[in-house]
């Protein structure tokens, strides 16, 4: 069972940034698509980024061009950087991979963004 544990986040000032990072247990991000997904209160988890093993990143509209998702040479970190961070990107992030038929998640950071 691959194993998940995500870092960085925290509060900050509207505007300002932070990097999360993502370590697997097992080389697993060579191989598999990773993800960042995140889930305000009452809301449901929305996939915030993405990257194959091929390197190739999707994002939503709503973090384009503040958000930047990436990943190590050793397959087993995945970070996602964020700048000008706004109140409504106010989440628990979650780290993400797929992997074949399974799925790995991490157990979330919180990340607080005040106005």
């Known amino acids: 069972q691959v194993q998940l544990v995500e870092s960085g986040g925290g509060l900050v000032q509207a505007g300002g940034s932070l990097k999360l990072s993502c370590v697997a247990s097992?080389?697993?991000?060579?191989?598999?698509?990773a993800a960042w997904y995140r889930q305000a209160p009452g809301m449901q988890r929305e996939l915030v980024a993405s990257?194959?093993?091929?390197?190739?990143?999707k994002y939503v509209d709503s973090v384009k061009g503040r958000f930047t998702i990436s990943k190590d040479n050793a397959g087993k970190m995945v970070n996602l950087e964020m700048n000008s961070l706004r109140p409504e990107d106010t989440a628990v992030y979650f780290c993400?991979?797929?992997?074949?038929?399974?799925?790995?998640w991490g157990q979330g950071t919180q990340v607080t963004v005040s106005s």
């Open positions: 993400n991979a797929k992997f074949l038929l399974q799925t790995f």
């Open positions: 097992e080389r697993i991000f060579n191989n598999a698509v």
């Open positions: 990257i194959t093993n091929g390197g190739d990143r």
